[in-house]
């Protein structure tokens, strides 16, 4: 199975500023990375897909990259409503693995 | 508008079984595969399973395979979770997504989740 690691644990940041998290899968897995954003006591969201692609209805503040084994999420100017826990997930192959999350926080 | 419902969630007690049902529309439902993933309290995201558009293929994290059985009725837009010889671990929030690759189109990510139904394995 393939592994996917999330880091930071967790972070917080003022509003405004730029934010960006990291996941890396324990195998190659091209781009075939999706991110989702669950904010407390909600059902996940689609924010993006093919690493780099926004799902329709996401602000232009998000944005993805990477490919193969490396990749990141960026918040370019941090929002109050931001404020969720991120988790990557892989589609490269089954079963499909999710990272553990990055808790996002205003300081 | 496109809509994901789950339901059939509740307590029960361990080596019982439970069937998880999520109710699709707004779309053509039997152009898209879909997927069960759930949440522990207080833990992260764990996919389970997925089932083909058509319902002839299907795949299950090693947690539930055996014990799990996605299905789908393509005429009633619904697809189901049936959970046998449920375990204590097995507590979380189940939710259905779709995945956002359309017939046909190859697997690809979740774009559309449920809101969730909550499982309780306890005595």
């Known amino acids: 199975d393939i592994q996917m690691t999330q880091s930071p644990y967790s972070l917080s940041a003022s509003v405004g500023d730029r934010v960006t998290m990291t996941c890396r899968a324990s195998q190659g897995i091209a781009g075939w990375l999706a991110w989702y954003q669950q904010k407390p006591e909600k059902a996940p969201k689609s924010l993006i897909y093919?690493?780099?692609s926004l799902q329709s209805g996401v602000p232009s503040r998000f944005s993805g990259g990477g490919s193969g084994t490396q990749f990141n999420l960026t918040i370019s100017s941090l929002q109050p409503e931001d404020v969720a826990t991120y988790y990557c997930?892989?589609?490269?192959?089954?079963?499909?693995?999710f990272g553990q999350g990055t808790k996002v926080e205003i300081k | 508008q496109v809509q994901l419902v789950e339901s059939g969630g509740g307590v029960v007690q361990p080596g019982r079984s439970l069937r998880l049902s999520c109710a699709a529309s707004g779309f053509t439902f039997s152009r898209y595969t879909m997927h069960w993933v759930r949440q522990a309290p207080g833990k992260g995201l764990e996919w389970v399973a997925v089932i083909s558009y058509d319902g002839d293929n299907d795949y299950y994290a090693d947690s539930v395979k055996g014990r799990f059985t996605i299905s789908r009725d393509n005429s009633k837009n619904t697809i189901y979770l049936q959970m046998n010889s449920l375990r204590p671990e097995d507590t979380a929030t189940y939710y259905c997504?779709?995945?956002?690759?359309?017939?046909?189109?190859?697997?690809?990510?979740?774009?559309?989740w449920g809101l969730g139904t909550m499982v309780t394995v306890s005595s």
């Open positions: 093919g690493a780099s």
């Open positions: 997504a779709r995945d956002r690759g359309e017939v046909p189109a190859a697997d690809d990510a979740l774009d559309i």
């Open positions: 997930q892989q589609y490269n192959s089954y079963p499909r693995t």
